[in-house]
């Protein structure tokens, strides 16, 4: 049989449907074979054009992007996902983007007048049953339509109705793929890259011919030895690609400065809350935490969003010695809370205690009580640091040698006095704090944790103080305030002094907080009450609470309680 050759019209068919492939595909289509086929999909095109004939046969690639109707797909496999799982529900993964089915097509010279082109399709989240079904259906809607052009109706089927057809519509599942452990030996992954697809390089021609007659293909197996872990890793891995490209070709409003950006000037503060910000804003945020060692506020600036940020964001926006940082703080707040680690009094190197206390240094062989920090002494109590001081002070008595360390000593030794005396320990974090003045509501400045200073307990705000057990103020930090103002009245004649106290306190209304009962003052006609204990909103005239983000605006109006009035 003598070899077929193409006509003057099929070839202008075949490049006329290239052409239209490639304009409306876009990256998405690849030229593999032709005359003089560079990479460059633009300069191919061109040199098709010109081509009043061509003798060797066309091939191309179309990555067909899948469309899903609801716009999200669950993915599940065998085993199901915990719901506890960041991003997960407890049907499966959800993904917005699946990889593309890659559909290589060989075009014949007598295409389409004749023969039907080599249809191959491939995608990593198909079985080989379901690429056979496709395969099937492409040649069944060319018999239907012989003689004319093909490929763009087979472009546009599988894109809008090949998950239909297959039974697909808003759930995938993987369980029908190899079992864990199987390796697989075909190289098709690569395929679903989206490097791969934006790649110009020339493939291998994916085609056989025997005696001028061109096949169908046979349907690639890509998946066949792939476990349904591996195949459901690829498509997350995929989903997260395509998300990134299209947050950096977007523009957006960053949440701190409230200026535009665009995409690749932002970071998203969790992919959890998607608040976005740009990438200055962000890095001086988080080099400010870093630097202050508060690494427990870096979370999303939203007021309303207490989302941690995303570790590679603060990563990315910090810089080399600011990671340091971050890593020695984490590292020592680790370390903190292990309870066995101490650090060695002479080199501090990180050493662990026994169970009597005694740790050994592994640098400089150090024995020392973990209590206190002096050479091991069994048997014996450890000395206080006003006995310490005293000690050290008739040691150094009467000679001259070593005053500067005497004196280092000295002040170290008067501090843990002090702390010991006046200050007490974060329940949390163990950073010794002392009260200047005020309430006993305590902040913790290392770790951010509230507690109580009278009874040393965490506490998750002003309720600890409603059940009576613990006073917010006591007793001598009122007679101090007392003091201070009876002090500052001093020497101001007694009718001087009663205006001033009208003054101070005019004929303000009050009532009692529905919530703790606390008595809460009305600042002039305003009906929006806040209580100075508890800190809860309630309305003065209705006396109802006001919980709730826009609560306030909710409740009054002309119809219901008046934010305003002298009553």
């Not at 890095?283 to 309303?304: I, M, T, Y």
């Not at 990671?323 to 190197?349: F, G, I, K, Q």
């Not at 919980?547 to 008046?562: D, M, V």
Request: hydrophobic share 30%; aromatic share 6%; glycine share 6%.
């Amino acid at each position: 049989m003598g070899v077929m050759t193409r006509t003057e019209d099929d070839w202008q068919q075949q490049l006329d449907e290239v052409v239209a492939l490639a304009s409306i595909l876009d990256t998405d289509f690849t030229l593999t074979a032709g005359p003089e086929v560079s990479g460059d999909i633009e300069q191919d095109i061109s040199a098709l054009a010109l081509a009043s004939s061509c003798s060797e046969q066309l091939e191309c690639t179309a990555a067909v992007r899948v469309a899903f109707p609801s716009g999200i797909m669950t993915i599940r496999d065998a085993l199901q996902p915990s719901s506890s799982t960041a991003g997960v529900t407890q049907s499966g993964w959800p993904v917005q983007h699946l990889p593309p089915i890659l559909l290589q097509l060989s075009l014949p010279s007598t295409y389409p007048s004749e023969q039907p082109p080599n249809a191959r399709i491939s995608a990593t989240w198909l079985t080989s049953h379901q690429i056979q079904q496709l395969q099937q259906h492409l040649l069944d809607m060319w018999n239907a339509a012989s003689g004319l052009p093909i490929c763009y109706t087979w472009v546009d089927w599988l894109q809008q109705d090949a998950l239909a057809y297959l039974g697909i519509s808003d759930t995938l599942d993987l369980s029908q793929f190899a079992a864990p452990g199987i390796s697989n030996t075909h190289d098709q992954m690569a395929t679903t890259s989206p490097d791969i697809l934006n790649s110009r390089q020339p493939s291998p021609k994916a085609h056989s011919e025997h005696d001028g007659q061109h096949q169908h293909a046979e349907p690639c197996q890509p998946c066949q030895n792939q476990s349904a872990e591996e195949v459901l890793m690829d498509l997350l891995r995929f989903d997260a690609a395509e998300k990134l490209r299209a947050f950096h070709r977007g523009t957006w409003t960053c949440g701190i400065c409230f200026e535009q950006f665009p995409g690749r000037a932002c970071v998203q503060a969790s992919l959890q809350c998607g608040h976005v910000y740009c990438q200055s804003c962000m890095a001086q945020q988080c080099a400010l935490h870093v630097k202050e060692g508060s690494l427990e506020f870096l979370r999303c600036p939203e007021p309303d969003c207490k989302e941690p940020l995303d570790r590679q964001m603060v990563k990315s926006v910090l810089s080399d010695e600011q990671n340091n940082r971050l890593e020695s703080v984490e590292l020592e707040r680790t370390l903190n809370h292990m309870m066995d680690a101490v650090y060695c009094p002479r080199c501090s190197t990180i050493s662990l205690e026994d169970e009597d206390n005694c740790a050994q240094c592994s640098n400089c062989f150090f024995a020392f009580c973990s209590l206190c920090n002096e050479s091991w002494h069994p048997g014996t109590k450890c000395l206080s640091p006003e006995d310490k001081l005293e000690l050290m002070r008739r040691r150094m008595a009467g000679t001259k040698s070593g005053d500067r360390e005497f004196r280092k000593r000295e002040a170290e030794l008067q501090n843990l006095a002090h702390i010991e005396k006046n200050c007490k320990q974060c329940p949390a974090c163990g950073m010794a704090i002392e009260r200047s003045e005020g309430c006993n509501k305590m902040t913790c400045t290392s770790c951010g944790v509230f507690f109580c200073y009278r009874c040393n307990q965490q506490i998750d705000g002003y309720k600890h103080y409603w059940n009576g057990n613990c006073i917010l103020f006591d007793l001598s930090e009122i007679e101090r305030w007392e003091a201070e103002v009876g002090q500052q009245m001093m020497g101001v004649p007694e009718e001087q002094r009663r205006g001033a106290d009208a003054a101070a306190r005019p004929a303000v209304k009050s009532c009692r907080c529905p919530r703790c009962g606390r008595i809460a003052y009305k600042e002039g006609n305003n009906n929006n009450m806040r209580c100075p204990a508890c800190t809860a909103n309630f309305c003065y005239l209705c006396k109802e609470l006001l919980a709730g983000r826009g609560a306030s605006g909710r409740h009054f109006g002309p119809k219901t309680c008046k934010q305003h009035s002298p009553d």
